[in-house]
């Protein structure tokens, strides 16, 4: 068994983790449920306190976290690369009179975000940083995150990390990447948080859970300097 990854592997992959992710989103609706994450309402609280009203969310999946963001008055960009179920954020965003607020856009993140610089007060992600994706594409993404935030921007995003349950489970792809059950984790590690963090002030690394296993996560809070 391979225990290395090379662009080849991670490019089919990410390919068959598109169609996997649109046909599992598309047979469970509600897979996460209606109800925001607590890392959601973590980010949504602390950039209302903060006065930060221009949000990129990467990775918006159902929206549970983009329609509560909407609710709270913030302007999101919803960024995923599943077509259909940013159409149902937008048809939900519509549905509440919150359309105005709400962009959406399709768009695989290891290519440059489509956006300008400066452009955002704050960016949001549960779990994308997590998906398929290496540590070198991890790093230009958290580049690409710097440039189109101001100065004082606010990052939360959300990982898995090596000290949860299915790190080492399943089909080594090297990097921390495993493949189990037909979904690709990339399992961070400290030295990871901090390699993203250059340009950055890390504000804080919380540990949480989340579902049934659980899954153990850290939720990373930073600023751009």
């Known amino acids: 068994m391979s225990?290395?990854?090379?662009d080849s592997t991670i490019g089919a992959l990410i390919a068959a983790q598109r169609a996997h992710w649109e046909s599992t989103l598309a047979a469970n609706p509600t897979m996460y449920g209606a109800e925001p994450s607590e890392p959601g309402r973590y980010a949504t609280n602390r950039f209302c306190a903060e006065g930060l009203s221009e949000v990129l969310e990467l990775g918006a999946g159902q929206g549970r976290d983009t329609l509560a963001m909407l609710e709270?008055?913030?302007?999101?960009t919803a960024l995923d690369y599943a077509v259909a179920p940013l159409a149902d954020i937008a048809d939900a965003a519509l549905s509440r009179g919150m359309k105005e607020r709400l962009m959406t856009v399709?768009?695989?993140v290891r290519e440059p975000l489509p956006?300008?610089?400066?452009?955002?007060?704050?960016?949001?992600?549960?779990?994308?940083?997590?998906?398929?994706?290496s540590s070198e594409e991890l790093?230009?993404?958290?580049?690409?995150?710097?440039r189109v935030l101001r100065p004082g921007g606010l990052c939360v995003y959300t990982v898995r990390h090596?000290?949860?349950?299915?790190?080492?489970?399943g089909r080594s792809l090297g990097d921390n990447l495993y493949e189990n059950g037909g979904f690709v984790v990339h399992f961070f590690d400290h030295g990871l948080v901090d390699r993203l963090a250059d340009g950055f002030d890390l504000d804080g690394v919380a540990a949480f859970e989340e579902g049934a296993l659980p899954r153990r996560l850290w939720r990373v809070t930073m600023r751009r300097r």
């Open 106 to 108: 399709v768009h695989d």
């Open 72 to 76: 709270a008055g913030l302007e999101v």
């Open 115 to 133: 956006f300008p610089d400066a452009g955002f007060d704050a960016c949001y992600s549960h779990m994308l940083f997590t998906m398929a994706l």
């Open 3 to 6: 225990t290395t990854s090379d």
């Open 162 to 169: 090596t000290a949860d349950a299915h790190f080492g489970v």
């Open 139 to 146: 790093a230009a993404l958290a580049n690409e995150v710097r």
